[in-house]
């Protein structure tokens, strides 16, 4: 094969990749909504992506990817419909005659993608479908992705999405909100998941994907934006948007060249992205000035300004930390929160006392990757090399990040 | 679109006064707003009969519910609604009236 034509493959390819990033959500959105049905508007995305690459090969990249995209996957849609109509199902061939009437009322939200966000998050559907779905319809991701990210089988997490859909057909779950009121009782199920969804970008999940993908996190990123705008005094939403933000802005520094995550104390803080910060620390300062008592994101978005904050990590000012620590800890009395806790009071009082508090977590968190990693830190430091070996074994056993990985890995091989 | 509201009950079946009333308030805002397509109570589950007559031949009649459980239906609603956020709330509404946990199930 020729050089010009796998550049033409490259160029295709990374056009492909952007749209898919860029448009995916909006695609299914138009189309579930043209549609009434999940199925129909997943399937015939998938399709029209799918021909991208063959069409865009052989006829170059539209000027408008997301148009042709739209337009191909409704083709495809209505190509599907008139097929299962054919096989007798006559409400289906009304469906296609119907779809160019002007489109229901579509409720308090605007943006498509953001109704398409509370249809995935409805109070009726399972919390881990609710994940599932926003990944899937959302995010893009395929199911073997979400599978991998979740530590699922492939087949169980297709079941799991297919139930959900089915569920949203046959119960009728609305592809909208009714009303303006509906929203803030909504909105702790969707920070939810839309914080999984960060996470899940942030420190993504199998040993072939990118440490990092910073696709996730700025879809979160930005259904956060969009959720604040509707809701532009809540609390938590602010929060969540601050926690993110800070967090993101030092993901530059995040993973070194060789893609081994870096941790806080040796990050470049230079590279930090001060623009991020400062509009983090412009809604924590807001939060604050609020005097109403914060919620769990309010509280991370404390700690993390206050990281943000220091200039070298010997600066940081760690008894602030653990203090919103325990503040969280009344909140959220649960494992995690107590061994994050943990990890601060290493650096107020020194890391035996730490680890004190830290074995006592074992019996809850010993599938817990940061446990490990935690607890073999903190033996280093006070100097069991052997037993900080074997903790540092566990952890990498248990991480499911390839930068993590390397970065236990060579913390282990240091060890003397 | 119809959603049957069933009505789940543990203690006895019969509704205190004030569950009565608050039912009937229910029900006639159901009405006026266009959900109401059909109620009832149900007699206890120690009355129920089930009846096997798939094949043919003698019906079996077993005396007692097709499954014993803590849990009982006590009543429904067969309500009318645009979708599932409607029924949720009527349904809401529902078992604050009746002071009992409601299931919600879309008809096919």
């Known amino acids: 094969m020729g050089k010009p034509s796998e550049a033409v493959h490259d160029g295709v390819h990374a056009a492909v990749t952007r749209a898919h990033r860029e448009e995916w959500a909006r695609v299914v959105a138009t189309l579930t909504r043209r549609f009434g049905d999940l199925d129909v508007a997943e399937e015939a995305a998938a399709e029209a992506f799918a021909a991208a690459v063959e069409h865009w090969r052989a006829e170059g990249v539209p000027p408008n990817p997301g148009g042709w995209l739209t337009t191909t996957a409704q083709r495809k849609a209505i190509d599907r419909v008139r097929r299962e109509a054919k096989r007798g199902d006559k409400q289906k061939e009304a469906q296609v005659f119907f779809h160019d009437d002007p489109p229901e009322p579509v409720g308090a939200i605007e943006d498509e993608r953001l109704r398409l966000v509370f249809t995935c998050c409805h109070p009726a559907l399972a919390m881990e479908s609710r994940v599932a779905l926003t990944l899937r319809m959302l995010g893009g991701l395929t199911v073997a992705e979400i599978a991998r990210a979740f530590l699922v089988q492939e087949t169980a997490m297709g079941q799991r999405i297919t139930r959900a859909k089915g569920k949203i057909k046959a119960a009728r779950i609305p592809y909208r909100v009714r009303s303006a009121e509906d929203l803030p009782a909504r909105v702790t199920g969707v920070l939810s998941v839309l914080f999984l969804v960060f996470n899940e970008g942030y420190l993504a999940t199998g040993a072939d994907t990118d440490p990092v993908r910073q696709d996730l996190t700025a879809e979160a990123i930005r259904l956060t934006r969009l959720i604040r705008t509707l809701l532009p005094r809540d609390g938590e939403t602010a929060g969540l948007l601050a926690l993110m933000l800070l967090t993101e802005a030092r993901r530059p520094a995040r993973v070194s060249a060789t893609g081994e995550l870096v941790s806080l104390d040796e990050q470049d803080r230079g590279a930090w992205d001060r623009a991020l910060i400062a509009e983090g620390h412009q809604l924590v300062r807001e939060r604050l000035a609020s005097g109403i008592a914060p919620g769990r994101y309010q509280i991370l978005a404390a700690i993390n300004a206050v990281h943000t904050s220091a200039r070298d990590a010997r600066d940081t000012d760690w008894s602030q930390v653990v203090a919103l620590y325990d503040q969280l800890v009344r909140i959220d009395p649960s494992p995690i929160v107590a061994l994050n806790r943990a990890i601060a009071v290493a650096e107020l009082d020194g890391p035996e006392v730490a680890l004190a508090t830290i074995d006592r977590l074992g019996d809850r968190l010993d599938g817990y990757h940061a446990y490990h990693a935690a607890r073999a830190d903190l033996l280093r430091r006070t100097g069991r090399s052997t037993e900080s070996r074997t903790a540092y074994d566990r952890a990498i056993e248990l991480a499911g990040n390839s930068g993590e990985t390397a970065y236990l890995t060579r913390r282990r091989d240091q060890l003397g | ?108």
């Open chain 2, 1 to 108: 679109m119809q959603y049957l509201v069933s009505v789940l009950c543990e203690g006895p079946v019969t509704a205190t006064e004030e569950e009565e009333a608050a039912i009937d308030v229910f029900n006639d805002k159901l009405i006026a707003d266009g959900h109401w397509v059909f109620a009832g109570g149900l007699g206890e589950p120690v009355n129920a009969t089930v009846i096997d007559h798939r094949g043919g031949g003698e019906p079996i009649f077993t005396d007692g519910p097709y499954v014993e459980s803590k849990e009982f239906l006590v009543g429904f609603w067969v309500i009318e609604a645009a979708d599932l956020d409607v029924a949720l709330k009527l349904a809401a509404e529902g078992s604050r009236a009746c002071n009992r946990r409601v299931e919600v199930r879309p008809f096919l």
